[in-house]
């Protein structure tokens, strides 16, 4: 980004009082945009490092762990070795939706519960507020990263939230 850089779809470009870029960008949308644009690791590095975390858990004496923040592919890993007997401890596992969700993904996502030998998928983690650097409050920020935003930036949108609500009804 440099100094004319407008701001990118969901996130803001940081800048000091004369409007020098500090290299810091806010906006969750904007980074979920960002790890969406990265390659996801082939099916077999992710099971490697899903069974590689579990035999150290294990070693250090852990039977179990809550997985607060998956997606769906990183969930059927885990039944996946679960079902092949790959897997060394309980993983309780939690969906979470990520910023720019569609409402079609939503309805497609892993929302009933269920609960295997090793596994369970046993909730949904949201985050509505816009995390720690563009917390999305009532009250505007007394220095706002974002002037266009003084109150912060919410991580889902009203119409986002609702749908995920309505689905998992």
Same mark, same amino acid.
């Given at each position: 980004?440099?100094?004319?850089?407008?701001?990118?779809?969901?996130?803001?470009?940081?800048?000091?009082?004369?409007?020098?870029?500090?290299?810091?960008?806010?906006?969750?949308?904007?980074?979920?945009?960002?790890? +969406?644009?990265? #390659?996801?690791?082939? =099916? &077999?590095?992710?099971?490697?490092? %899903?069974? /590689?975390?579990?035999?150290?858990?294990?070693?250090?004496?852990?039977?179990?762990?809550?997985?607060?923040?998956?997606?769906?592919?990183?969930?059927?890993?885990?039944?996946?070795?679960?079902?092949?007997?790959?897997?060394?401890?309980?993983?309780?596992?939690?969906?979470?939706?990520?910023?720019?969700?569609?409402?079609?993904?939503?309805?497609?996502? +892993?929302?009933? #519960?269920?609960?295997? =030998? &090793?596994?369970?998928?046993?909730? %949904?983690? /949201?985050?509505?507020?816009?995390?720690?650097?563009?917390?999305?409050?009532?009250?505007?920020?007394?220095?706002?990263?974002?002037?266009?935003?003084?109150?912060?930036?919410?991580?889902?949108?009203?119409?986002?939230?609702?749908?995920?609500?309505?689905?998992?009804?």
């Amino acid at each position: 980004f440099g100094v004319s850089s407008p701001n990118p779809s969901g996130g803001t470009i940081v800048r000091d009082g004369d409007g020098t870029v500090t290299g810091h960008v806010v906006g969750a949308n904007y980074v979920a945009e960002l790890a +969406r644009s990265l #390659p996801a690791p082939s =099916e &077999r590095a992710l099971r490697e490092a %899903i069974r /590689l975390a579990g035999e150290r858990y294990s070693a250090a004496g852990i039977t179990g762990v809550i997985e607060p923040g998956l997606q769906p592919e990183e969930i059927d890993a885990y039944a996946r070795l679960d079902a092949e007997r790959q897997l060394p401890l309980r993983v309780h596992m939690m969906w979470r939706p990520l910023p720019g969700i569609s409402l079609d993904e939503i309805r497609a996502g +892993r929302l009933r #519960p269920w609960r295997r =030998e &090793r596994t369970s998928l046993f909730g %949904i983690k /949201l985050g509505v507020d816009g995390g720690v650097e563009t917390g999305y409050h009532r009250d505007p920020y007394a220095h706002p990263d974002d002037p266009d935003y003084p109150c912060g930036k919410p991580l889902l949108a009203a119409e986002q939230l609702t749908g995920i609500c309505r689905a998992a009804a």
